[in-house]
């Protein structure tokens, strides 16, 4: 009864897990009758054979039914604090998603007797997201019926990828817990399939390139997910190369339409702004500090309520900028007090895995000396003694109310991309007698 109490263990305590069974089978219930009961239980909870795109943290262990793919055989490998181990990786799904089951020493000997197409049901410890560590594992008598998704991953193989580049999402060094750093570049590209995400670890041969441009990305490994969003990876190894443009017949466009949206809608979407809104800040319920930000937004089907999480709600937005949304979902609308019989349209979610691109027209370099100001909405601008444009963003080591140097990117927006930078000093009084003409100048 323990295992099934391990599957909801996060939703009741033990003494109410024994009480539910209890209540179903009385206190002098035997084995069979009691696990029975233990099962009912967990079923009744939702914590029984879930579908693949409903793992997540929580309990202890979790269960499910799937469809083998893909089957790697038991490799030895050495263990940091000395000897050596086994594991063997199964690559399953179901017509929700995909999920890696790793089996670790003895257990990893068990994946010479599976078979790729067969049904296994798995107890495993969840990890993250498209990876469960196998716990226990059995053929069942009478399996389910269970398909495949069409456009799920296949293989564990590295595959090539033709495809046109539409955004360079960020960049940065990632620390795993052992302390080894990484660098990564996230790239979103389109194709006939839609937009696929794609990061690269400690390879830059990606930034040789611009949005627009066509490639063929080869040796890059796919992801195991639970939605609708196609995720690679690519190591040192991975090459990446212009494709000559007598085979540029990779087409993308963005499929979705505002007048679409539903609330089962997930994918990306070109709007207009039309109110930018302001930025809120909020704790996360891990304690973190974050900002939310509700913007109107429309295109040439209609009008919706853009609602933007994390660090991409302090973006310099404006009436009339042109926007792409990568990855986002469609969730209930907020219903206003007094009006809940009236259904709400749907709202626009752009979360931490979403990716928002600012259009930009034009672009000159440019060298300006000013002030960074804050702003409302959570932006800031460098203001100069004949000038005043919005950053970009907020570079590391810029600080609001520094006098600084600026070399960057001046768009037709009036924003500037920033480059590089300088802090010019550290005159207090001069940053505050600058401030004190900015702010006459706006009036503010």
Not at 296 to 322: M, N, R, Y
């Amino acid at each position: 009864m323990r295992i099934h109490y391990a599957l909801m263990d996060d939703l009741c305590s033990w003494e109410e897990f024994e009480r539910l069974v209890e209540d179903r089978v009385g206190v002098s219930a035997d084995e069979q009758e009691e696990r029975s009961a233990a099962r009912d239980v967990v079923s009744d909870a939702g914590r029984l054979h879930t579908h693949l795109s409903a793992l997540k943290a929580g309990p202890s262990l979790v269960s499910f039914f799937c469809r083998v793919i893909e089957v790697k055989k038991a490799e030895r490998f050495e263990r940091q604090e000395g000897g050596y181990g086994f594991v063997s990786r199964v690559l399953c799904g179901d017509e929700t998603g995909e999920v890696v089951l790793t089996l670790w020493d003895e257990k990893a000997f068990a994946a010479g007797e599976i078979s790729e197409g067969e049904i296994l049901e798995v107890v495993g410890r969840f990890r993250r997201k498209g990876a469960v560590d196998v716990a226990d594992l059995r053929k069942p008598e009478k399996p389910p019926g269970i398909t495949l998704r069409k456009n799920g991953m296949k293989t564990f193989s590295p595959v090539s990828l033709d495809c046109v580049i539409l955004a360079f999402a960020g960049e940065g060094f990632f620390q795993a817990p052992g302390g080894k750093e990484s660098r990564y570049i996230r790239l979103i590209t389109g194709d006939l399939s839609g937009e696929a995400e794609i990061m690269f670890w400690n390879n830059e041969s990606a930034k040789a390139f611009m949005g627009g441009d066509f490639v063929r990305i080869s040796g890059i490994y796919e992801r195991p997910s639970s939605g609708p969003k196609r995720s690679y990876t690519a190591d040192e190894k991975c090459q990446i190369t212009s494709v000559p443009v007598e085979e540029e017949k990779i087409i993308h466009e963005f499929s979705s339409r505002i007048s679409g949206i539903r609330e089962d809608w997930w994918g990306s979407i070109q709007v207009s702004i039309d109110d930018p809104g302001r930025v809120r800040d909020f704790v996360t319920r891990k304690g973190a500090a974050s900002h939310v930000r509700n913007l109107h937004v429309s295109d040439d089907t209609g009008t919706a309520v853009l609602v933007i999480w994390g660090e991409q709600a302090c973006l310099p937005f404006v009436k009339g900028d042109k926007i792409e949304i990568f990855f986002a979902e469609a969730r209930e609308g907020s219903r206003r007090p007094g009006f809940n019989e009236i259904p709400s349209s749907p709202e626009i979610h752009a979360g931490y895995g979403s990716f928002v691109s600012l259009n930009e027209n034009g672009g000159e370099p440019v060298r300006i000396k000013g002030i960074i100001t804050p702003r409302s909405g959570g932006c800031y601008s460098v203001d100069g003694r004949d000038c005043c444009y919005l950053l970009k963003e907020l570079k590391d080591g810029m600080l609001p109310c520094s006098e600084v140097l600026v070399w960057g990117i001046l768009y037709d927006s009036g924003r500037i991309e920033v480059s590089w930078f300088e802090i010019c000093g550290k005159d207090i009084d001069l940053m505050k007698s600058g401030l004190d003409e900015v702010k006459k100048r706006c009036g503010c």
